[in-house]
Each structure stands twice: as structure tokens, then as C-alpha cells.
């Protein structure tokens, strides 16, 4: 089973900004649509953002035109450049496909912590 691999993630004061990384090692990749979802403590997960094959980008409302989502397909990558951050942008971080499909499963995330 494919898992994501996340990282970048850390504890930032509210304003900075952070830029997260997931690859994903599978020849799917470059056909899939990518998204980044975030789930907070006691709360579902939920989509941040999204890129498609031709690099058409869709935002939750909650970050848009603070967070920017780009591809890399040549190194299997997807990134999301946090601007502005928010100590509500505080979760764990995840990539995947959109939708998911059945052999790409969850990776560990990567924790993102906005506090002052």
C-alpha cells in the first residue's frame, strides 16, 4: 500500500509562515489530483486544498489567499506554502489523492502548531 509522506511542519508564531512537503511514491502520482486535508484535536478531517493533473488549485475558504498548493510530478511531490498562519490553522497536516483511492492509504501527517 502507498502511504504519503509529510513533513515540514512545526511551531510557528501566528503571522509567520511554514511550507509543507509530501511525496508520494507511486506511478499514479502525476494522474491523480492531489489535496491537502488538516485535522485539529477533536475535530474531522478536512480539506485544505486541492491541485489537479493540470494544475487547476481549489481552496477551502478558511485559507484562501494564505495557502498556495504546487506540484512537483517529475519528484512525485505536492507542497502547501502557509502564509499568515492562524493558531486555527493549528492541526495535523496530510496528503492524498481526490478522491482517495483504495491502495493509498494515510501517512503520519505532519504537525503544524501556530502559537504565541
Known amino acids: 500500500q502507498v502511504q504519503p509522506v509529510e513533513s515540514g511542519g512545526g511551531l510557528v508564531q501566528p503571522g509567520r509562515s511554514l511550507r509543507l512537503t509530501c511525496g508520494v511514491s507511486?506511478?499514479?502520482?502525476?494522474?491523480?489530483?492531489i489535496a491537502w486535508y488538516r485535522q485539529a484535536p477533536e475535530k474531522q478531517r478536512e480539506l485544505v486544498a486541492s491541485?489537479?493533473?493540470?494544475?487547476?488549485?481549489d481552496y477551502a475558504d478558511s485559507v484562501k489567499g494564505r495557502f498556495t498548493i504546487s506540484r512537483d510530478n517529475a519528484k512525485n511531490t505536492v507542497y502547501l506554502q502557509m502564509f499568515s498562519l492562524k493558531p486555527e490553522d493549528t492541526a495535523v497536516y496530510y496528503c492524498?489523492?481526490?478522491?482517495?483511492?483504495?491502495?493509498w492509504g494515510w501517512g503520519q501527517g505532519t504537525q503544524v502548531t501556530v502559537s504565541s
Open positions: 492524498n489523492s481526490l478522491p482517495q483511492i483504495s491502495n
Open positions: 507511486s506511478v499514479l502520482f502525476r494522474h491523480r489530483t
Open positions: 491541485i489537479t493533473t493540470r494544475n487547476s488549485t
